[in-house]
């Protein structure tokens, strides 16, 4: 597993993005404080981070819209400051704003994006019935402005335009926010396809840890500009232990002086609002105790729940907060 710190050495040709001490900073601000990332061909990289992490700003560095202000990138094996357009031919990108004009329609716009990217008029309606079609709007009615798409349909043309010029690697900027359930799911389904259809890289930042635990076969947890926590889903989880008791209290000045009985016998440990959240290897003989120990210094437990480690569970150990988004139903 890496972490902040460890050297990226791994050879250029086995990986898809390589950075090394990545720094881009605004005035005195670094929003992104020496990032390392070696990401291998054909993964679905995950990129976790509260709101001003610097998931969005190390996107924007990787795929050359911001300049780094140190280190080293490169992404599809050419350098993100010296061969820009190298890189930019073989990367499609979607970023988090989708910048859609909304008077025209979606097959306006993907044949466009295509002439911009030097494919002639023919070859250009063709490839935009195809994308189409790839991304599910293909039954959308012809002469129906993009004004009038719902959020689904809206991130399903953003997507589709990221893969006008066949990339080799996919960057999705929280393609998913907003979206209903359903959407979320149909994004993932193209998201899986395109790995495993068309070998594609896929590098995603997210806000929701659900969606990094089904789709990243790896990720990391950026925070404050510094990566804290990076590996496998699976291994991250192993690491914080094999099962997780979440106690619930009135108040957070109660589960703060419940934390405090607990210390002794419950050293790993997070407090989040009137929760408090213990890990273990094993838990099923501390749970006596727990419940002895609070009773004893008058704090009244309202829940108390065994579960396995979740990503949210790495997510609270490596950040001290849990990574909550409001949920939005079309």
């Known amino acids: 597993m890496r972490t902040e710190g460890d050297i990226v050495s791994e050879s250029v040709e086995d990986r898809s993005i390589l950075a090394e001490g990545l ?28 709101n001003g992490s610097g998931k969005s700003t190390t996107v924007k560095t990787l795929t050359t819209i911001l300049a780094p202000t140190s280190g080293v990138a490169r992404v599809a094996g050419f350098d993100v ?16 704003e989708v910048g859609l004009d909304d008077l ?11 002439r911009l990217f030097g494919v002639d008029s023919i070859k250009a309606r063709r490839a935009a019935e195809h994308l189409l079609e790839t991304v ?14 719902s959020g689904g349909m809206r991130r399903r043309l953003d997507l589709a335009l990221a893969l006008v ?30 790995n495993r259809e068309e070998g594609m890289t896929i590098f ?15 990720v990391a947890i950026i925070d404050r500009g510094k990566i804290v926590a990076q590996g496998t889903p699976r291994e991250l ?53 727990i419940v002895r120990a ?7 437990l309202e829940a108390l729940k065994l579960m396995e480690p979740s990503l949210d569970d790495v997510f609270l150990r490596a950040t001290g907060q849990r990574l909550e988004v409001q949920e939005e139903q079309e």
């Not at 990339?167 to 149909?186: H, M, Y």
């Not at 930042?205 to 635990?213: G, K, N, P, R, S």
């Not at 607990?262 to 213990?278: D, F, K, T, Y």
């Not at 609070?294 to 009244?300: F, K, N, P, V």
């Open 81 to 96: 400051t010296k061969e820009q357009s190298e890189v930019r031919s073989r990367i499609g990108v979607a970023l988090q």
């Open 136 to 149: 599910g709007l293909g039954r959308v009615e012809t002469k129906k402005r993009v004004g009038a798409y």
């Open 204 to 218: 995603l930042t997210t806000q929701y840890l659900e969606e990094a635990d089904q789709l990243a076969d790896e």
């Open 237 to 289: 989880k192993k690491e914080i232990g094999e099962e997780v008791v979440t106690l619930t209290f009135a108040s957070a000045r109660a589960a703060g002086r419940a934390a405090d009985a607990l210390r002794s016998m419950a050293p790993e440990q997070r407090v989040a609002g009137n929760e408090v959240i213990c890990y273990f290897t094993s838990a099923a003989d501390k749970l006596p105790g």
């Open 23 to 50: 720094v881009r900073s605004f005035g005195d601000l670094r929003a992104v404080d020496g990032v390392d990332l070696a990401i291998e061909s054909g993964r679905i990289f995950g990129f976790l981070g509260p």
């Open 294 to 300: 609070l009773d004893e210094a008058g704090i009244a």
């Open 104 to 114: 025209m329609t979606a097959r306006e716009l993907l044949t466009l994006q295509a």
């Open 165 to 194: 010029n066949g990339p080799q690697i996919l960057f999705l900027d929280e393609p998913t926010t907003g979206l209903d359930p359903v959407s979320r799911k149909d994004i993932w389904n193209e998201v899986r396809r395109l």
